[in-house]
C-alpha cells in the first residue's frame, strides 16, 4: 500500500480512518496565502457580472457588528466559485489536495462541488451539528471535503469542531425535517474544535458529525471548500454544480493540467 500513496503518510491515513477526518497545518505556504488571499478578496469583493451560475449569499451584520474591510459586503457563502477564473479552476484541481484525496478515498477521484462559508462578525450557525451526507447522497458514502482556511479560525472565532469516529457510526438519526443532530446526542467531551490557521486544510468525510462555530469576534473567517469523491460514488441527489463529476485521478494517476504552471 504505501508505495501506492501519492501524497500522505501512512500515520495521516490511519488517523483519517480512525477520525473521519485529517487536519493538514500549514498545507499551502505564506506566499500561497498571500496569492489565495488577494484572489478570494476580489471573488468577496467584485461581486458582480460574474457568471450567473455562481452565487453569493449575504448577510446583514447583528447589532453591535460591522462588515470586516476585508469583505465589506459580508458575503458569508458562495456557490461554485470555481467558475469565477483560472484561478480558482485550479485551486480545486490542486494536485496536492487531489493526491490527498486520491490517499484517502481510492485511486479514482471525481470534482463533487465547490463552494466559500464564510463567518461574518457577529456570525452565528444555526444549522447545528450535522453530517454531509443526508445533503448529498450518493450510491457510497465515498466522499469528503477539503476546507481550506485563510484566517485563524479558533473557539468562539468560528471554528470547524469534529466528533471523531462519527463516520463510522453510518447515518445519524436527525431531528425531523432538518438534517440537524440534536445536540443531546454529541457525547460530552468528545467534540474536537479545530483551531485553524490560514492555509491549513481540514479534510473531513461525508460521515463525520461537525458543525461550524459562530463567530463573536470583530474579524471575518472565510474558508473554501471544496468536496471530492470516487468514481464508483454515484450520484443521487441530482449535482447541478460546477464541474460535478470531472475526472481528477485515474489509477491514481491525475489527470488534469494546470492552466497556470
Ligand atoms: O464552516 C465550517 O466550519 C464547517 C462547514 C460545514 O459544516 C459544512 O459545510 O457542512
Not at 467558475?83 to 490517499?103: G, H, K
Not at 441530482?238 to 504552471?261: E, K, W
Request: hydrophobic residues 35%.
Amino acid at each position: 500500500m504505501s508505495e501506492e500513496r501519492l501524497l500522505l503518510t501512512s500515520e495521516q491515513r490511519t488517523s483519517f480512518d480512525a477520525d473521519g477526518f485529517l487536519h493538514l497545518r500549514g498545507f499551502y505556504s505564506a506566499e500561497e496565502m498571500e496569492e489565495m488571499r488577494r484572489q478570494f478578496g476580489a471573488l468577496v469583493t467584485d461581486t458582480e457580472g460574474r457568471p450567473k451560475n455562481m452565487s453569493y449569499a449575504f448577510m446583514d451584520s447583528p447589532e453591535g457588528y460591522r462588515p470586516d474591510p476585508y469583505n465589506p459586503k459580508n458575503v458569508v457563502g458562495m456557490m461554485d466559485q470555481p467558475l469565477a477564473n483560472d484561478y480558482w479552476f485550479d485551486q480545486f484541481t490542486e494536485p496536492r489536495i487531489v493526491s490527498a484525496m486520491c490517499d484517502l478515498l481510492g485511486p479514482n477521484i471525481d470534482f463533487h462541488n465547490g463552494k466559500v462559508r464564510n463567518k461574518p462578525p457577529g456570525f452565528t450557525c444555526e444549522q447545528g451539528w450535522h453530517q454531509d451526507w443526508p445533503y448529498e447522497r450518493h450510491s457510497l458514502p465515498e466522499l469528503a471535503a477539503a476546507i481550506t482556511y485563510l484566517d485563524p479560525t479558533d473557539f468562539e472565532a468560528g471554528a470547524t469542531e469534529a466528533l471523531p469516529g462519527s463516520h463510522l457510526r453510518g447515518e445519524w438519526p436527525t431531528e425531523e425535517s432538518r438534517h440537524t443532530i440534536p445536540d443531546a446526542d454529541i457525547p460530552d467531551g468528545e467534540r474536537v474544535v479545530v483551531r485553524a490557521e490560514p492555509g491549513d486544510v481540514l479534510i473531513i468525510h461525508v460521515l463525520v458529525v461537525h458543525r461550524a462555530g459562530h463567530n463573536y469576534t470583530a474579524r471575518a473567517r472565510h474558508a473554501i471548500i471544496n468536496e471530492y469523491k470516487t468514481a464508483e460514488a454515484v450520484d443521487q441527489w441530482n449535482n447541478r454544480c460546477a464541474f460535478a463529476g470531472l475526472p481528477l485521478t485515474r489509477n491514481r494517476r491525475l489527470m488534469m493540467p494546470r492552466v497556470h504552471a
